[in-house]
C-alpha cells in the first residue's frame, strides 16, 4: 500500500497509540483523547472497570482478580482483543455516540520506522475492529518531523529523534524522504527500570514506575538537594515497611548510562549511514528531540554531549507525531514524497 497526501487528506481520524499513551485527532476538531494506553479488567468477569488515567492510577494497587493490562508494547498491539476495548472506550467517552459506526471512516496510524508486517497488521485490525473502512500507515518519524514544524521537504538534512516510552527512533529525513533511520528498543521505560534496578540492588528499596519522576530531576547536572529530589521514598525489600533513602546523583547517572548509551549509539549508527553533505548540515542544524522521553531533565544535555551538534526540543514533544499526522490529515502539510509502508 502507498500512502499520498491526497490519500491521507481522505482520513477523518489520526491515532498514535504508543506504549505508554492512546491519543486520537478528529480532523477539524483538533487532539480529542490524549490517555494512558490502560485498561483495568476484572478478570474474573472480564468486565472492564475502567481505562486511560483512571487505569494508570489503579496500576499497583489493585486486588488479584483486577489487572491493569497495557495492550501496546514497543509501538506493537500485542493485544488486539485489549486495545479495540480500549480504543472503543475512550471514543465512546471522549467522541461523539456513534462516531465508530460511520460506514465510510477512514483513520490514519502512526507506526515505529521500519516495523514488522505483523505489527502493521495487528494495528490496520485494531482500527478496523472498531470501525474503521480503510487504514493508512504512517511512518511516526515522517509524522513527528512534519508535527515538530521541521522542513523536511527541503534538500537539507533534518535529523529527528523520536524519543517515547518503549522504543526511541532516530532519522535524518531530506526532500521529504528518510535518509538513514534507526529504531532502538529502549525508551523512558528503560531508564526508569534502570533506576527502580539501582534503587533495589544498592539501596533494597522498592520503587514503583510513577515514583520515578521526580528523581528524574537527579539525571540533570544539579544534586537534586534543593528539589528534594535525592530523597526517595519507598518500601523496603526485605521488611517490606515503609523507608526513604538518599541517593547519589552521581550514582543514578551512572545507573542510566545503558539505556542511554543505546540511544546515543542509535544516532551514531544513523549519522554513520548519511551522506558526508547532509551530516555538514546537521553540524550546524542540529537534532530535534521528540517524544515523552524528551522531557526528562538532563537527557539533551547527554545527547549534546556525546554528539557535539546542538540539540533542540520540540515545543510539545509528547504529541508531536499525532499532531504531524493531524496536519496532514488536514491537508495543511505541503505535497512531499511519503515513505510507502507496504502492507
Ligand atoms: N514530564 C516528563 N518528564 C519525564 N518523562 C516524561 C515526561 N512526560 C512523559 N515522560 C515519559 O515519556 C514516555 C512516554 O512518551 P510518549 O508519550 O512519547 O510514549 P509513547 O508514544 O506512548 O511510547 P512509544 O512511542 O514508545 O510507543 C514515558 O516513558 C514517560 O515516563
Known amino acids: 500500500m502507498t500512502i499520498s497526501l491526497a490519500q491521507l487528506r481522505r482520513c477523518s481520524t489520526a491515532v498514535d497509540m504508543g506504549a505508554a499513551r492512546t491519543r486520537v485527532y478528529v480532523k477539524n476538531q483538533g487532539l480529542l483523547i490524549d490517555e494512558p494506553t490502560a485498561a483495568a479488567v476484572n478478570v474474573r468477569t472480564g468486565a472492564m472497570l475502567a481505562v486511560g488515567t483512571q487505569a494508570e492510577k489503579m496500576d499497583g494497587r489493585t486486588p488479584d482478580h483486577i489487572r491493569v493490562f497495557r495492550p501496546v508494547t514497543g509501538g506493537t498491539v500485542v493485544d488486539i482483543d485489549m486495545a479495540q476495548r480500549l480504543l472503543r472506550s475512550l471514543i465512546s467517552e471522549k467522541l461523539r455516540r456513534g462516531w465508530w459506526r460511520r460506514r465510510v471512516l477512514r483513520a490514519a496510524v502512526c507506526l515505529p520506522h ?151 549509539d542509535g544516532i551514531g549508527a544513523v549519522l554513520r549511514r548519511c551522506p558526508p553533505d547532509l551530516v555538514a548540515d546537521l553540524g550546524e542544524r542540529g537534532l530535534m528531540l521528540a517524544g515523552g522521553s524528551a ?19 520540540a515545543d510539545f514533544p509528547s504529541t508531536c507525531a499525532v499532531q504531524g499526522l493531524g496536519a496532514m490529515i488536514e491537508g495543511k502539510v505541503e505535497p512531499l514524497h511519503l515513505d510507502p509502508m507496504a502492507r
Open 114 to 264: 521500519g516495523s514488522h508486517p505483523l505489527t502493521q497488521r495487528a494495528a490496520v485490525e485494531t482500527l478496523t475492529g472498531v470501525g474503521a473502512r480503510q487504514v493508512e500507515l504512517v511512518d511516526t518519524l515522517i509524522a513527528a518531523a512534519v508535527g515538530c514544524g521541521l522542513p523536511v521537504e527541503h534538500p537539507e538534512a533534518t535529523m529527528i529523534v523520536v524519543c517515547g516510552a518503549g522504543t526511541t527512533q532516530v532519522a535524518v529525513l531530506s526532500l521529504g524522504s528518510i535518509v538513514a533511520a534507526e529504531t532502538v528498543p529502549v525508551g523512558g521505560n528503560a531508564i526508569d527500570h534502570a533506576v527502580i534496578q539501582h534503587l533495589r540492588l544498592h539501596h533494597q528499596l522498592m520503587l514503583r514506575g510513577r515514583g520515578v519522576r521526580p528523581m528524574h530531576l537527579l539525571l540533570s547536572n544539579g544534586d537534586g538537594a534543593a528539589s528534594g529530589a535525592n530523597e526517595v521514598h519507598g518500601r523496603d525489600v526485605h521488611s517490606g515497611q515503609a523507608r526513604s533513602v538518599f541517593v547519589d546523583p552521581e550514582r543514578i547517572r551512572h545507573a542510566v548510562a545503558t539505556p542511554l548509551t543505546a540511544i546515543l
Open 295 to 313: 522531557l526528562i531533565p538532563g537527557l539533551e544535555s547527554m545527547i549534546h554531549q556525546a554528539t557535539t551538534m546542538p540539540v533542540h526540543i
